[in-house]
T-cell receptor, first 114, second 115 residues
Framework: SQQGEEDPQALSIQEGENATMNCSYK?????LQWYRQNSGRGLVHLIL?????REKHSGRLRVTLDTSKKSSSLLITASRAADTASYFC??????????????FGKGTHLIIQP | DTGVSQDPRHKITKRGQNVTFRCDPI?????LYWYRQTLGQGPEFLTY????????KSRLLSDRFSAERPKGSFSTLEIQRTEQGDSAMYLC?????????????FGPGTRLLVL
């Protein structure tokens, strides 16, 4: 089953605008990661935020994490046409035995209009 | 290129046939993961290796699926007696493992179509 739920499922904005995507999850986590996937291709890692962190930046990306609400957001500033892709959050849940497979949501499909 | 590689990139097979996929992780990575992704969904975890040991298997991994990582380097995923429901993208990922080294790096995937 998929733990994460991204919101919205689809988002279309004009180039230059900011894009915000949200992710909610159900169980306690070690960390949360965001990935990008261009159509029919593999996933590209964007950013990892640990459960004891609240905000993280990487270039035009800003990620927040609220463990009390079990939610995260990904902000892409000054969007570009090349940002058109599906974005997934993935959680590394706390289970016995250490690191385990990631649990992904269904993704947000982002379209940047030129 | 020192990223994760997968072979083949595409596979078309007939129902009932066996298929095998290969994954070469980033060379110094101890952990290797297999995921399956169907259209419109996020990847779903199948199994993971720490070096050559298979440490976890999802309930999605039926008896027809088997994965190996014999020398702790490359891995193979075999599907026996394929069914149409096996059609999906099969993704491999690797990570260095250990605290502060959890980022998983994905390969380009193998797209399987079962006719």
């Amino acid at each position: 089953s998929q733990q994460g739920e991204e919101d919205p499922q689809a988002l279309s904005i004009q180039e230059g605008e900011n894009a915000t995507m949200n992710c909610s999850y159900k169980t306690s986590i070690n960390n949360l990661q965001w990935y990008r996937q261009n159509s029919g291709r593999g996933l590209v890692h964007l950013i990892l935020i640990r459960s004891n962190e609240r905000e993280k930046h990487s270039g035009r990306l800003r990620v927040t994490l609220d463990t009390s609400k079990k939610s995260s957001s990904l902000l892409i500033t000054a969007s570009r046409a090349a940002d058109t892709a599906s974005y997934f959050c993935a959680t590394d849940t706390i289970r016995g035995g250490g690191a385990d497979g990631l649990t992904f949501g269904k993704g947000t499909h982002l379209i940047i209009q030129p | 290129d020192t990223g994760v590689s997968q072979d083949p990139r595409h596979k078309i097979t007939k129902r009932g046939q066996n298929v095998t996929f290969r994954c070469d992780p980033i060379s110094e990575h101890n952990r290797l993961y297999w995921y399956r992704q169907t259209l419109g969904q996020g990847p779903e975890f199948l199994t993971y290796f720490q070096n050559e040991a298979q440490l976890e298997k999802s309930r999605l991994l039926s008896d027809r699926f088997s994965a190996e990582r014999p020398k702790g380097s490359f891995s193979t995923l075999e599907i026996q007696r394929t069914e149409q429901g096996d059609s999906a993208m099969y993704l491999c990922a690797s990570s260095l493992g250990g605290t502060l080294q959890e980022t998983q790096y994905f390969g380009p995937g193998t797209r399987l179509l079962v006719l």
